[in-house]
């Protein structure tokens, strides 16, 4: 139960999306003030390089997409900009030259948004790829490349097939993330991230790179958090390549928090936990590529959405912790216990548990993809008779999990595929409807990826793979390494390939795959390939 009734996460969504709408509005009056009122012919003059953070792309769809970038000269010590706001030009070209320009404009860096720019771009060409650059006073940024999706409407046989990677959990100090280099080579056409983009714990010495600053907790320390992570010229690049989708878990605010309740039952007060909250979701919103529909308000932000490649696929972007019930029982791997089964107990919240039924059953397109947070499959990890589940997984929402893929079975959603991050690891996972049958119905699959650098180098898990095995014989692959995933969807199959790389802990490690699954169109399962 909620501690705390007077405080609704799901009415907050609503306020978010509200007051994000009406700041977005005050910034561009702030644009039209300073291009009116500003400096005159003056350029800015700043005390470094602005664009240490480089440029990124996300959320797109037919029409345009989502440009970001943040003015930091300065980027570990609160970025180091002035407290102005600065005009910043951008343009979208459709060639790599620049010289066939599509759309240009001016926006403006505000110091409330610690001078980041969103600039979304509409009006342009689907399904295809363009180029775009930014700049401020006399400096230009880096080019990135983005591009659009499918119409929503374009049946799934003449859409073009679509290459994906995913990852999560890039823990600055445990390694390097050569995983993007590989990433980057391989060239998706879309890249989701399912959280844990930072990490919020202090720097400790002896670490591959250490965090720079204590165990976050105002605004300027989780931008100082963010502009590090984002100087790692692997990401930067990773990020100028192609459109991203991200949603957090945890770590961008605070371990296995549930809504407002902190992992450690402390002397903090509530509302220095939601004040915590507040900056960390600013500062998240800061450092992405979203949309203005998910501006923060508060400790609220509106940050599930779909994103359509026509009839082919959506993907429905998932926010497991900003609504959820607290752990049952506790956190970490723990006997099953009734308040698993609590209906009340949810991992979604009833508003966008609802908003995703209603995606579900409303577009129907060929695959159906929730890309989420943690493992959705219920996975014994206690071997003989005694059982042990993980409680901040959907495991410890058991009433809510064993619902969803009802739903699934009944509703006769087409082809779901469950993408998922946070444990470190590789899962390909067959999702029954029934938990304890494995001669039950298939309803889905799940794919999960390992971290790009998170626990450092990997280790073998042959053993650990076949104990799992005997245990739950839905597990298809497991493994310890690090690494991403590579899936490439088009009209008959859906294929995974995961991705691992031998090291972390220094650079120049190569690439391996060592497995590929494939899920054919309507023929629930997974194939080894």
Request: proline share 7%.
């Amino acid at each position: 139960m909620n501690p705390h009734p007077h405080f609704n996460p799901n009415s907050i969504s609503r306020r978010a999306y509200l007051a994000g709408s009406a700041s977005f509005l005050i910034a561009m009056g702030t644009s039209r003030i300073f291009g009116e009122q500003g400096t005159g012919t003056r350029l800015p003059v700043f005390s470094g390089y602005p664009f240490t953070l480089g440029v990124a792309s996300g959320d797109p769809d037919a029409e345009g997409f989502v440009l970001w970038t943040r003015l930091a000269p300065n980027p570990l010590q609160g970025g180091g900009m002035p407290a102005e706001p600065v005009k910043v030009q951008w343009r979208v070209c459709e060639d790599e030259a620049m010289t066939k320009v599509v759309a240009k404009g001016e926006a403006v860096a505000i110091p409330h948004l610690a001078h980041s720019v969103h600039v979304e771009v509409a009006g342009l060409k689907p399904d295809r790829w363009y180029w775009y650059d930014f700049k401020a006073g006399g400096d230009i940024s880096p080019q990135g490349r983005t591009r659009t999706l499918e119409r929503a409407d374009r049946p799934a046989a003449e859409t073009s097939p679509l290459k994906i990677a995913y990852a999560s959990c890039q823990h600055f100090e445990a390694g390097l993330y050569t995983a993007y280099d590989h990433m980057l080579a391989e060239s998706p056409d879309l890249v989701l991230h399912l959280g844990d983009y930072i990490y919020e714990g202090p720097g400790k010495s002896g670490k591959i790179r250490e965090h720079v600053g204590p165990e976050i907790k105002t605004l300027e320390q989780y931008r100082n958090r963010h502009a590090q992570y984002k100087t790692d010229l692997s990401l930067q690049k990773m990020h100028a390549a192609a459109p991203w989708a991200v949603t957090w878990d945890d770590h961008e605010f605070d371990n296995n928090y549930a809504a407002d309740i902190p992992e450690e039952k402390g002397p903090a007060s509530y509302e220095d936990f939601l004040n915590r909250r507040a900056a960390a979701y600013q500062a998240y919103y800061e450092h992405m590529p979203l949309r203005q529909s998910s501006m923060p308000d508060g400790p609220g932000m509106k940050l599930y959405r779909s994103i359509r490649h026509g009839k082919l696929v959506d993907f429905h972007v998932l926010d497991t912790r900003q609504y959820r019930t607290d752990q049952p029982n506790g956190d970490g791997s723990k006997a099953p216990t009734a308040e698993m089964l609590n209906p009340d107990g949810t991992m979604l919240g009833s508003i966008q548990r609802e908003w995703l039924l209603s995606e579900l059953t409303t577009s129907r397109p060929t695959w159906n993809v929730l890309a989420q947070q943690v493992m959705m499959a219920r996975v014994d990890r206690e071997p003989g008779p005694e059982e042990k589940f993980g409680m901040d997984l959907w495991s410890g929402y058991e009433f809510e999990r064993r619902a969803l893929l009802k739903a699934f079975h009944d509703l006769k959603i087409t082809n779901p595929i469950v993408l998922t991050g946070d444990i470190h690891t590789h899962w390909a996972n067959d999702l029954n409807l029934q938990p304890e049958d494995n001669n039950g119905a298939v309803v889905g699959a799940e794919f999960v990826c390992t971290s790009i650098s998170s626990n450092g180098d990997g280790e073998d898990a042959t053993k650990a793979f076949e104990s799992l095995k005997s245990e739950n014989p839905w597990v298809n692959y497991y493994s310890r390494q690090r690494g991403y995933v590579s899936c490439t969807i088009d009209a008959n199959q859906w294929r995974t390939d995961f991705r691992t790389v031998e090291y972390i802990t220094r650079p120049g490690a190569p690439l391996h795959t060592p497995a590929s699954f494939v899920v054919e169109n309507n023929r629930p399962g997974m194939q080894q390939v």
